[in-house]
């Protein structure tokens, strides 16, 4: 059954057989000189802190973790850590981080214990929400849901959509710029400030509006 | 006692469908420069600010191009001139931030500020250019990939 295809193979002329012998020979001759101008940089965090990459080429792996870490691959399979600098970055990324999004800005709106009234203070963020959208190209809000640790999780999940649709109906109701509205619940998943299981805390009652 | 079943279900099954249809919208262009389009199911759209990106997307620069977008869990991502950027995977859950985010930069220049998804789980944002695969640990980095100049 599998005659036909040795008998291909062995059907090649000589100079094809040695061909396929001569590939990976001529793959090293060619390591010598560059085929890639590959670069790979890690930036320092706007937020001053700095994340990790990790470059990854044919088993070949280098891990950018400091500001300004670069990592060139000339060749597929070859990773050379260098550094980077602002300046360097400048000539060599210039219109491309001139293209980047403005960063979303987020505002916080409190809420009273296992409700979705707001606390009062938080009526006075909503002109400097709308300016901040005026500010932006194409706009779009998300508005995140949070809670405390008080209730069960599914509960909290409930709780935290529904502050966040209240929240979207309140805008509403305020004739928000048309712009695109997002709304989500994240429970008691990302607290403002970490407390254990069923402490009642005002501060994680809140609803995140992020303009971006 | 079925009645009331389907009385609950029914507005589940249909706000399944409508958050189907949203989470196919993976992020929105807005920065935009030069001659840059968006390939879509074989067709070209203009890269518009206010343009929907969506997973399957690939977005492309010319020489004098340039787009930024903001991606729905606020990954930052911006392609400089004569670029090729696919938009493999966008999956994200705004509820437990979980989901994969799987691009590829075939030519020219990338700048990114990651977002929750990378936040969330380390391994959920790959980039890959045609020589390496990018593991981010999260915030910002940048690439350039092309062919060496003789």
Not at chain 1, 19 to 27: D, E, F, I, R
Request: charged fraction near 25%; glycine fraction near 8%; hydrophobic fraction near 40%.
């Amino acid at each position: 059954m599998f005659a036909p295809a040795r008998q291909k193979t062995d059907s090649l002329p000589v100079w094809a057989r040695n061909l396929v012998w001569l590939a990976p020979l001529a793959l090293t001759a060619l390591v010598g000189c560059a085929t890639r101008n590959d670069l790979y940089v890690l930036l320092p965090g706007k937020d001053g802190k700095t994340g990790a990459l990790t470059v990854e080429s044919e088993g070949k792996k280098q891990t950018l973790d400091t500001p300004y870490a670069a990592a060139r691959v000339k060749n597929v399979g070859s990773v050379d850590g260098v550094k980077s600098s602002e300046a360097e970055v400048k000539q060599d990324f210039g219109p491309a981080l001139e293209a980047q999004p403005k960063r979303p800005v987020s505002f916080f709106l409190y809420f009273l214990a296992d409700t979705d009234e707001f606390a009062p203070e938080s009526k006075a963020l909503v002109n400097q929400i709308f300016a901040e959208i005026a500010r932006r190209p194409a706009p779009e809000i998300a508005i995140i849901g949070h809670t405390d640790r008080v209730g069960a999780q599914a509960y909290n999940d409930t709780l935290s959509l529904r502050r966040a649709e209240r929240c979207r109906d309140e805008l509403l109701k305020l004739r928000i710029p048309k712009v695109r509205i997002s709304v989500a619940g994240r429970g008691e998943r990302e607290p403002e400030v970490p407390t254990a299981d069923e402490v009642a805390e005002p501060r994680n009652r809140r609803v995140e509006i992020s303009v971006r | 006692m079925r009645s009331a079943l389907i009385a609950l279900t029914l507005p589940m099954v249909l706000a399944f469908g409508v958050a189907v249809a949203a989470a196919q919208d993976a992020g929105q262009i807005k920065t935009s420069k030069g001659s840059a389009q968006i390939e879509r199911s074989g067709q070209k759209l203009p890269a518009n600010v206010g343009q929907v990106v969506q997973q399957g997307d690939i977005v492309t620069t010319g020489a004098d191009g340039s787009v930024g977008i903001t991606f729905r869990d606020s990954s930052l991502v911006s392609i400089g001139p004569d670029s090729v950027l696919a938009i493999d995977r966008f999956v994200f859950d705004s509820t437990t931030h979980q989901g994969a985010f799987d691009a590829s930069l075939k030519q020219g220049t990338l700048a990114v500020v990651s977002g929750k998804l990378a936040k969330q789980s380390p391994e959920a944002m790959k980039v890959k250019t045609p020589a390496a695969i990018l593991g981010v640990r999260g915030t910002e980095f940048l690439v350039r990939t092309g062919p060496a100049k003789d």
